[in-house]
């Protein structure tokens, strides 16, 4: 069975970073919001948007195969079960990974500490 593990986090904590030793592909969603000249793009207006490609492209890749990994902060439950209906649609494992920031590491996208506050208020957890 292959795998579909969401690495969430919020920005510095490493998702990337670990994402790229767990599966075969990785949907990241700074790959996004990066323009070809390597400058990051993030605007709160392109966040749907964002995730519109990363649920098609990660349906794309299931109907091919492999594990894959989705590395972003997905903050909403609204997002997260989104992937869980591909998961299940095309019988993958599903597995929700949170990655914490224990190394103290800085998001290289100069992501400023009142979204980053926001985003720690907003950060859904189902334990």
């Known amino acids: 069975m292959n795998l579909l593990i969401l690495i969430r986090g919020l920005p510095g ?18 790959d996004f919001y990066t323009k070809d000249d390597g400058t990051y793009n993030f605007t709160c207006d392109m966040i749907e948007p964002c995730h519109a490609w990363m649920l098609s492209y ?22 997260i079960n989104r992937f869980m209906d591909l998961a299940n649609k095309y019988s993958y494992e599903f597995h929700s990974i949170i990655k914490e920031n224990r190394h103290i590491g800085t998001s290289i996208h100069n992501v400023p500490d009142d979204q980053l506050n926001e985003m720690k208020r907003k950060f859904d957890i189902r334990l």
């Open 13 to 30: 904590s490493g998702k990337s970073t670990i994402a790229q030793h767990l599966t075969q592909y990785v949907i990241d969603d700074d």
């Open 58 to 79: 990660c349906e794309y890749l299931m109907s091919t195969g492999g594990d894959i990994s989705i590395t972003s902060p997905l903050i909403s439950e609204v997002r």
